[in-house]
């Protein structure tokens, strides 16, 4: 069974820093695109940044350009999100997605992790 295992959420400081890692287990990735999501109280849950295992490309949501740094380790095929000037509205469960692909209206994927939460306080 296909198991996406996070980690590295918690309470921060408006301006700080956090490091979320994702580490599959049951099989690898390398043939797909992996990426991040989050989701706040009474909001849909949104594709924040992706990366194409092959190549490396990114792609980042404009809310997040900038400050988030999304990174793989093929050798561990894990995969990271480094977030930095960390703001209030960043607050929200924050899941780890693989082979994300696009419906025609919105982002989403076939495997997920279980969620971390990141709350940013002012």
């Known amino acids: 069974q296909v198991q996406l295992v996070e980690s590295g959420g918690g309470l921060v400081q408006a301006g700080g820093s956090l490091r979320l890692s994702c580490a599959p287990s049951g099989r690898t990735f390398s043939n797909y695109a992996m990426g991040w999501f989050r989701q706040a109280p009474g909001k849909e849950r949104d594709m924040i940044a992706r990366?194409?295992?092959?190549?490396?490309?990114?792609y980042y949501a404009d809310s997040v350009k900038g400050r988030f740094t999304i990174s793989r380790d093929n050798a561990k095929n894990a995969m990271s999100l480094q977030m930095n000037s960390l703001k209030p509205e960043d607050t929200a469960v924050y899941y780890c997605?693989?082979?994300?692909?696009?419906?025609?209206?919105?982002?989403?994927?076939?495997?997920w992790g279980q969620g971390t939460q990141v709350t940013v306080s002012s």
């Open positions: 990366i194409n295992w092959s190549t490396g490309g990114t």
């Open positions: 997605a693989a082979r994300t692909y696009y419906t025609g209206n919105h982002w989403t994927a076939d495997y």
